[in-house]
């Protein structure tokens, strides 16, 4: 029976929720739009079955298809990143995380990440997530100059703390990262790496960022920011790992895998090898620095200063507004942000910083010249909101017109 018949109520909100899409540009920089493709693979009679276990080791009968199914997937990811061993199983960027951290460590071990003022990630520590109650975490920052990783001070903190782990990666921090050197940090100070990818899967998939397979004994991602797949993370680790990272995700911190989100994941990743792939996220690269540009020329100010991928940070100091209020006087007009912190502002803290990106608005097929417009609109609303909401929002519908998403009902 459909839906549209069984529950009215959920069937118009989910109307409802796919209007909304439709009619805003989303800059939310671990947002994205997933193909049609991977929407059917994740909506269908696999969400029936339990798979509990791996490929020829389940602990339910009749998962002939489902082994078929993950391990399609698993060499996808595997060729894919060119890693040794994938598990496509955890649920999230932020489970894959917390199996990394309970395959090679103790409670109480000392873990060497980024400040999440700085960019770091809720998971790499934060007082408020299990990770900062069950680990010693130990943070470094950006050179307060300017605004990207300090490297030498990243090395002298792991000679000097001695942690069993050290993350390279970040939730919004808009520059390239050097894993060669995390390699070399963790090397010299008898830590393992972890990187941590969930922003930049997609970007490193394409070859269009270092890629940080060969210098980590982990890699972990979320599959639905840059990868453009379904909610979900991936865990690549050496070969050597492998029987333990396994054991970490299940029976360790998960039950039954979601098998129609693997299925959705393996989609994602042959997407992610096409080369139409590439030229999306060249597309989306070219997208972020020309936005950069024309919000700096608007007079708008962004940590370090611009961007090499797909996100960028707003100071909104400058222009006497705070994150909450320019979030709301966006999302009023059309365009959803997300608001993050900024370096070194530890007493305002969330509160006047915007973090944007471009992997949504170029899955709907914009370019530069849109990119341009785009900073038009959010100067407009940012700069005198009464004034000009009307004619922003407007702006924003016709954007909208000339580029339709799921044109076709799904």
Do not use: W
């Not at 997407?271 to 792939?277: C, G, I, Q, V």
């Not at 940590?303 to 909450?324: E, F, P, Q, W, Y």
């Not at 929002?393 to 009902?409: D, G």
């Amino acid at each position: 029976m459909s839906i549209l018949k069984s529950d009215i109520k959920l069937a118009e909100i989910i109307r409802n929720e796919l209007f909304r899409q439709r009619n805003s540009i989303n800059l939310i920089a671990s947002e994205n739009y997933v193909s049609p493709s991977v929407i059917e693979a994740q909506i269908n009679l696999l969400t029936n079955k339990y798979a509990c276990g791996y490929p020829d080791h389940r602990y339910y009968a009749g998962c002939r298809y489902m082994d078929e199914i993950e391990n399609l997937a698993i060499e996808r990811a595997e060729t894919l990143f060119s890693a040794e061993h994938a598990n496509l199983q955890p649920y999230s960027g932020a489970q894959a995380n917390f199996a990394v951290y309970f395959s090679s460590l103790e409670p109480g071990d000392t873990i060497l990440a980024m400040d999440r003022t700085h960019g770091g990630h809720l998971t790499h520590g934060d007082s408020h997530n299990f990770s900062g109650r069950y680990f010693d975490f130990n943070f470094y920052g950006l050179d307060k100059k300017t605004e990207r990783i300090d490297y030498q001070k990243v090395l002298e903190l792991a000679l000097k703390k001695k942690p069993k782990l050290i993350i390279a990666g970040s939730s919004s921090y808009s520059r390239l990262i050097d894993f060669k050197i995390f390699g070399e940090i963790a090397e010299k100070s008898g830590a393992c790496l972890m990187a941590d990818i969930a922003h930049i899967a997609g970007i490193v998939a394409a070859g269009l960022h270092p890629s940080p397979v060969s210098y980590s004994d982990f890699v972990t991602m979320s599959t639905h920011k840059t990868l453009r797949g379904p909610r979900g993370g991936i865990i690549l680790c050496k070969r050597k790992y492998a029987d333990t990272i396994d054991k970490a995700v299940f029976p360790g911190i998960q039950g039954g895998p979601l098998m129609q989100v693997i299925a959705a994941k393996a989609v994602c990743l042959k997407e992610a090898s096409l080369p139409e792939f590439k030229k999306y996220q060249k597309q989306v690269l070219t997208n972020a620095r020309m936005l950069a540009g024309a919000l700096k020329e608007r007079g708008f100010i962004l940590v370090s200063g611009g961007t090499d991928n797909h996100m960028m940070t707003i100071d909104l100091r400058n222009k006497n507004v705070t994150a909450c209020d320019a979030e709301k006087m966006l999302e009023h007009i059309g365009i959803n942000v997300s608001r993050c912190s900024l370096p070194f502002d530890i007493i305002q803290e969330g509160k006047n910083g915007i973090r944007i990106g471009t992997p949504s608005v170029t899955s709907r097929g914009m370019s530069e010249k849109d990119m341009s417009f785009i900073a038009g609109i959010i100067s407009m609303a940012v700069e005198n909101f009464s004034a000009n909401k009307k004619k922003a929002a407007l702006m924003v519908k016709e954007l909208l017109s000339r580029y339709p998403l799921y044109p076709e009902h799904i």
